[in-house]
């Protein structure tokens, strides 16, 4: 079975902060994604990586960065956290099939809270 | 660009029920892949079923079946006899096959459902 965490369920952090977010898959996979999920928006792709040291921005990379020193763990950087970042953020990975797409799998999700 | 548009924001039917959740998409490329996640009150996405464009045979899969029609651009998920545990918020999904660099993934915005007993 895939199996992706991530390092917390709940966070509360304070306007300002720098915050880490961390995702780790053990299946090998080659792709790794994190989404933000806001009612009424849905889930929205904030960057991705298809190899290590390697990333591409998503559709709203603004305000986060990211990091993948190594193929398991992909990390999401909020430089200086603000209270409209405050959301559910979804990591995935998938195992980056050539010219296909594969399914994406996802972990439990942070509950970030910025105050 | 691609869509995916799940019209139903929320149903809720009662326990045994059959119940069918709607997802339309639009994509201008002719190869394709199609994505149904479950997500329950815990939060995490489910991986439910991966349909390529290619493939419109239905599937079944215990009290869950897909009805994949290219002509309608729809690929609608229907659950049989519904129950309490099926309460969740369901998500389709579209990818085209990637130029470069990784797919990606466009995601309806989701149907709640409410099974209730």
């Known amino acids: 079975d895939v199996k992706v965490t991530q390092s917390s369920r709940y966070l509360v952090k304070r306007t300002g902060e720098k915050v880490f977010l961390e995702c780790v898959q053990d299946m090998d996979h080659e792709n790794m994604f994190w989404y933000r999920q806001d009612p009424g928006l849905g889930l929205r792709l904030i960057y991705f990586s298809y190899d290590v040291k390697m990333k591409e921005k998503g559709d709203i990379p603004e305000g986060y960065s990211v990091s993948r020193e190594k193929k398991e763990r992909f990390s999401l950087i909020l430089e200086s956290a603000s209270t409209n970042q405050t959301s559910m953020y979804l990591c995935?990975?998938?195992?980056?099939?050539?010219?296909?797409?594969?399914?994406?799998?996802f972990g439990p999700g942070t509950r970030l809270t910025v105050l | 660009a691609q869509k995916v548009t799940q019209a139903q924001t929320e149903i809720s039917v009662v326990e045994k029920e059959d119940v069918t959740l709607d997802c339309v998409y639009e994509t201008r490329d002719t190869t394709y892949y199609l994505f149904w996640y479950k997500q329950p009150p815990s939060g995490e996405l489910v991986f439910l079923i991966r349909?390529?464009?290619?493939?419109?045979q239905n599937e079944i899969s215990g009290r869950y079946s897909w009805n994949f029609q290219k002509s309608t651009s729809s690929f609608n998920f229907t659950i049989t006899a519904s129950q309490v545990v099926d309460s969740a918020v369901y998500f389709c999904a579209l990818s085209e096959i990637p130029q470069g660099g990784s797919e990606k993934l466009v995601f309806g915005k989701g149907t709640k459902l409410t099974v209730n007993p």
């Open positions: 995935a990975s998938s195992l980056g099939l050539p010219a296909s797409t594969d399914t994406q799998y």
């Open positions: 349909r390529n464009s290619f493939d419109e």
